[in-house]
């Protein structure tokens, strides 16, 4: 490895450590305990950036082609409906777990608490923390590192599957763990169709964003659960499907070793 990316490797590191000293500052001297956890996500988010561009400076080959920072190959039209498509998936799961008694538990019922409780204090802060950051972070790590690593020593399929196990098994909760990995699936498809990372990162961020804004995501999933959503879901897991079968019709997956996997 050069000096160079020594040295780049080295700067995650110790911005890593410089960021930690920044939050603990930004939370200020007596952050409520839901502060506390916003902060900690949005680190935590960052850190993952961060060890995704150390890891990416460590192997060898090219780290933007390692991690996706290059020009994908979706068109806006394919970009709108593939956000579409994450919408409804996203939207779909929420609705099954609902209607199968577990959408208020573990880590999920977490998350609703933590947006209900930032409502009408300091709203940015879930915004930033569960909305926008997740989608560069985890997107960064699993679909840009992870996956792209992957898909250069085995078939991309195997790849997109692979990372989106590793995606919800990171999530660490029996509910929220199998949902992950649904949707990992979905975004690494995209994420392999497109040829970058940014097309998966978008996705990611504006289905967090819809579902975090004004903290009316979990109220909206509980009403409509709580009146039978059997067909909803059904009709939007559906669209979702028939969406990602449209993308990879439109961009074939590439094989093992392609151009757009190359790091």
């Known amino acids: 490895m050069s000096r160079r990316r020594s040295r780049l490797a080295f700067g995650c590191l110790a911005t890593a450590a410089v960021s930690f000293v920044i939050v603990q500052q930004g939370m200020g001297k007596e952050p409520s305990p839901a502060e506390q956890v916003l902060w900690s996500t949005l680190y935590s988010q960052w850190l993952w950036v961060l060890v995704a561009i150390a890891a990416a400076a460590w192997l060898p080959g090219s780290i933007p082609g390692r991690l996706g ?34 959408r208020g538990t573990g880590t999920l019922a977490r998350i609703d608490g933590l947006v209900s409780q930032s409502r009408g204090a300091a709203p940015w802060l879930p915004l930033l923390a569960i909305g926008l950051a997740p989608g560069f972070g985890e997107e960064i790590l699993f679909r840009g590192l992870i996956q792209r690593t992957l898909a250069t020593r085995m078939h991309v399929c195997a790849a997109v599957i692979l990372a989106a196990a590793v995606f919800g098994l990171v999530h660490l909760d029996p509910v929220h763990a ?86």
Do not use: K
């Open 69 to 102: 920072f290059c020009r994908g190959a979706m068109g806006a039209p394919a970009l709108v409906l593939a956000v579409i498509g994450t919408l409804c998936l996203s939207n779909a799961t929420s609705l099954l777990l609902v209607d199968l008694g577990v």
């Open 178 to 263: 199998p949902a992950a990995f649904v949707l990992g699936l979905y975004l690494g498809t995209v994420g392999a169709v497109g040829g970058n990372v940014w097309a998966p990162v978008l996705c990611h961020s504006v289905n967090n964003l819809v579902a975090v804004a004004g903290g009316l995501g979990a109220s909206l999933v509980s009403e409509i659960g709580t009146t039978g959503s059997a067909g909803i879901w059904a009709i939007a897991s559906g669209l979702a499907l028939a969406l990602a079968w449209w993308l990879t019709r439109q961009g074939a997956l590439p094989p093992r070793g392609h151009p757009s996997h190359s790091a």
